[in-house]
């Protein structure tokens, strides 16, 4: 049974999509347009400033349930719904007008909440929601199943106008600010980013439920962009999740190469494998597990990087700000989050070493997660790698930079909302200089405590199990354990035991155990009786099949020999094993290793006994059967005496 209530009169849908909506963003961290248009409610701009306002005074909703004790009188109240109704009925509307018990409960504390939120001030931190939003719809063609052309063709038969392309990035700019339906530019920057007028509905699109088309900012697609793999070659993201910058880069290469996603959380893990089955990027490979922890050894072919850490994401124009992380102050936040970044970079920056670009992102406009992680850097990397200025890369179509005050300068690129009319962003991009070996690292996540790998830019993709040095140390170990076993089981013609091989078990047991050298020479006698026997008859066997010129006669020898081989084989395998098995236990006391040395020892002295009386058998049994073929040969022979003389 469920533990909520089971209501007569129904919750007014708007208030439980929101209940909904909040905790996943709070607990999954999924985005809150995303849910908002995939619920498909007809007021979608009600449940946007509810959810907004909710998220807003969530640390003061939990003071007020702490303090009016509703949840705790009230167990089958949903916490959520609880939060979306005080919110609407203090801070919004000022009423609840349904009929519906979690509603009537809320009411039935309303003088007790309003009391108690007066003391909290909460009002201050409530912004109402604006109707309008400056940042114009992005829209990425998905070329893995559409073409940027097609796209442009499609938008047109359904009545939009493309404008003409700009040349410079402040007429691209004055445009973005004066678009307006039906109108619609292609970026000045990334040409399969098509830009639409602010709040241009697409979540009902056809194309966007067939992965054509992605919602995606422009701040977010720079770094693949910027990153530019080329068709064919192996790019790791580290931080993958939700998924826009991997399927980005899967369409950079055409499913052609290999796109590693990494990411350590198991429900963004299964937003990013959505999104790759959405948008067809076959060859995006998922890896659920921390980034930190991948082996460099198995990923020496990776090319590009993509480093886009956790951060505070205070350049997103369109998240409702929510409470800080576990009660901290701002700067502490900063602080840890700058820790986690450096580590992350560095081990991008160490431990890949046939990496040709690497790129650093944030959604962040704190120097803190920014300039100042790149400077930690920059002391350790030495002339291995080097800032390319994105100035360069972007042909100066550009405004906004890093800091000269710090030492990594005005090489990096910041994106800024209220100038670039996108979310708030920084890229830096690292190059590798091959001519310089990666330097040592004392730090975290740098290489001191791993083999220092040079870079082999020769790397075969198609061929990992021969280039990459850990599948070859796979490889050069079954090799062996190969050889080891043919030399177990390849034994002499004869198939006798080596003197040497028994004096050195014999020898361990004695360490161990202390056994008395007397047994070890007894066994060692015994065994050396065996092999005197085994010549023998070897050498009676050879005789006589020199004596004998009948091919039958050779055929029996030979057949009877292999007989008596492979059960000797079996007695002395037998005995090495017992042995080998006396030698390997080392975890008793010496009291019991001796006793049970002692034992074992003796069972091994019975088979003995039992072998060499089996191998009297088989050799009295083998110069019988010789004995016979000999007379038998002889009879013929006497026989042709007998002719003669008669003759």
């Keep these: 049974m469920s533990n909520e209530f089971v209501h007569s009169v129904t919750v007014p849908r708007i208030y439980k999509f929101t209940a909904d909506i909040v905790r996943r963003v709070r ?96 009002t201050e931190t409530l912004v109402v929601h604006k109707a309008k939003v400056q940042k114009p719809r992005y829209v990425r063609v998905n070329t893995l199943l559409l073409s940027v052309e097609k796209a442009i063709c ?79 070659s192996v790019v790791l993201d580290m931080c993958a999740a939700p998924g826009m910058k991997a399927t980005h880069a899967a369409a950079k290469l055409q499913n052609y190469g290999k796109v590693y996603a990494v990411e350590i959380d198991a ?48 350049g997103i124009v369109d998240r409702p700000k929510q409470s800080d992380m576990d009660g901290k102050p701002e700067s502490k936040r900063l602080q840890n989050l700058q820790s986690f970044q450096v580590y992350l970079l560095r081990y991008a920056l160490f431990n890949f070493p046939n990496a040709k670009r690497i790129i650093y992102s944030t959604c962040s406009l704190h120097p803190e997660e920014n300039e100042e992680v790149i400077d930690e850097v920059l002391a350790d990397i030495g002339n291995a790698y080097h800032l390319v200025p994105v100035r360069q890369l972007l042909k100066n179509n550009w405004t906004n930079f890093s800091s000269k005050k710090y030492n990594c300068g005005d090489t990096c690129l910041y994106s800024k909302p209220d100038d670039d009319f996108c979310n708030g962003f920084f890229v830096a991009v690292f190059e590798r200089n091959f001519d310089v070996t990666l330097p040592k ?30 599948e070859r140390e796979k490889c050069v170990k079954k090799k062996k354990k190969k050889k080891k076993k043919e030399e177990i089981s390849t034994t002499d013609g004869q198939g006798k035991i080596s003197t040497d091989i028994v004096k050195f078990v014999v020898s361990e047991i004695e360490n161990k155990g202390k056994v008395k050298t007397k047994e070890a020479k007894c066994s060692e006698k015994e065994v050396e009786k065996m092999d005197v026997r085994s010549n023998l008859s070897n050498l009676n066997h050879k005789l006589a099949l020199n004596k004998s010129k009948d091919i039958q006669k050779r055929i029996l020898d030979e057949m009877e020999a292999k007989k008596s081989r492979k059960q000797r084989l079996k007695c002395e395998n037998a005995l090495e094993v017992e042995i080998d098995n006396d030698t390997l236990d080392a975890n008793y006391g010496e009291k019991e290793q001796n006793e049970e040395i002692e034992t074992k020892l003796s069972k091994i002295k019975k088979r003995k006994k039992k072998a060499t009386k089996e191998i009297v058998k088989i050799d009295k049994i083998y110069f019988q059967k010789k004995k016979q073929q000999e007379e038998i040969a002889i009879v013929p022979s006497k026989k042709r005496k007998r002719n003669e003389e008669n003759s």
């Design 27 to 122: 607990e999954d961290g999924a985005s809150l347009k995303t849910l908002i248009y995939e619920r498909k409610h007809p007021n979608v701009a009600g449940i946007y400033g509810l959810s907004v306002n909710t998220l807003r005074a969530l640390p003061q909703l939990d003071r007020l349930l702490d303090k009016t004790q509703i949840l705790t009188e009230q167990p089958r109240l949903n916490p959520w719904l609880a939060k979306v109704l005080i919110t609407e009925l203090l801070w919004r509307k000022g009423c609840l007008k349904s009929r519906s018990k979690p509603v009537l409960t809320v009411l039935a504390y309303e003088n007790r909440l309003r009391e108690e939120s007066k003391s909290l001030d909460c």
């Design 441 to 470: 690292c004392k730090h975290k996540g740098g290489n001191e405590y791993r083999n220092v790998i040079r870079a082999n830019l020769n790397v075969k993709k198609d061929d990992m199990a021969i280039t990459d040095p850990y």
């Design 154 to 232: 499609l938008f047109q038969e359904d009545g939009w106008q493309l404008l003409p392309k700009s040349t410079t990035y402040s007429s691209y700019l004055q445009s973005l600010s004066q678009l307006s339906k039906p109108h619609f530019i292609q970026d000045l920057h990334i040409p399969e980013m098509l830009v639409f007028p602010p709040l241009t509905p697409f979540h009902g699109h056809s194309g966007y439920k067939s992965g054509e088309l992605i919602l995606q900012d422009k701040a977010s697609c720079l770094p693949v962009h910027l990153l530019d793999p080329v068709s064919g």
């Design 267 to 314: 429900k963004r893990f299964e937003t990013l494998l959505s999104q790759m089955k959405k948008t067809h990027s076959l060859c995006v490979e998922p890896l659920n597990q921390d980034a930190l922890t991948l082996d460099p050894k198995k990923y020496l072919h990776v090319e590009y990087i993509l480093v886009d850490p956790t951060c505070s994401g205070s």
